[in-house]
């Protein structure tokens, strides 16, 4: 069992900088991936970043390219999401994810293990 805990966010006004928080407990294996998901009032929770434990391998949706960058620190077992240049519309409950299988994916149903989020508003 896994149990992951998200912590870091907060209110910030636009342009502003964030670093969300996933500290990761139980049995972590260095195949698994990590992920970021977001879900913004009246829409689907949405994929945002990925990185493997192992590797590094990391991957980005469009949108957040060039702004977020995901990160982790084995030691910790915590993965990060720097979030840089932040919109109005990043605003959204952030959730971190771990998928056992170690694929860096952007579907929902890869991950087995979910945080319980932690909300990211961005002020114009």
């Known amino acids: 069992q896994v149990q992951l805990v998200e912590s870091g966010g907060g209110l910030v006004q636009a342009g502003g900088s964030l670093r969300l928080s996933c500290a990761a407990s139980?049995?972590?294996?260095?195949?698994?991936?990590m992920g970021w998901f977001r879900q913004a009032p009246g829409r689907e929770r949405e994929f945002v970043a990925a990185?493997?434990?192992?590797?590094?391998?990391?991957y980005y949706a469009d949108s957040v390219k060039g702004r977020f960058t995901i990160s982790r620190d084995n030691a910790k077992n915590t993965v990060y999401l720097q979030m840089n240049s932040l919109k109005p519309e990043d605003t959204a409950v952030y959730y971190c994810?771990?998928?056992?299988?170690?694929?860096?994916?952007?579907?929902?149903?890869?991950?087995?293990?979910w945080g319980q989020g932690t909300q990211v508003t961005v002020s114009s």
């Open positions: 994810a771990a998928d056992s299988d170690g694929v860096l994916g952007t579907s929902r149903g890869l991950y087995d293990y």
């Open positions: 139980g049995r972590i294996f260095k195949r698994y991936a």
């Open positions: 990185i493997r434990w192992s590797g590094g391998s990391t």
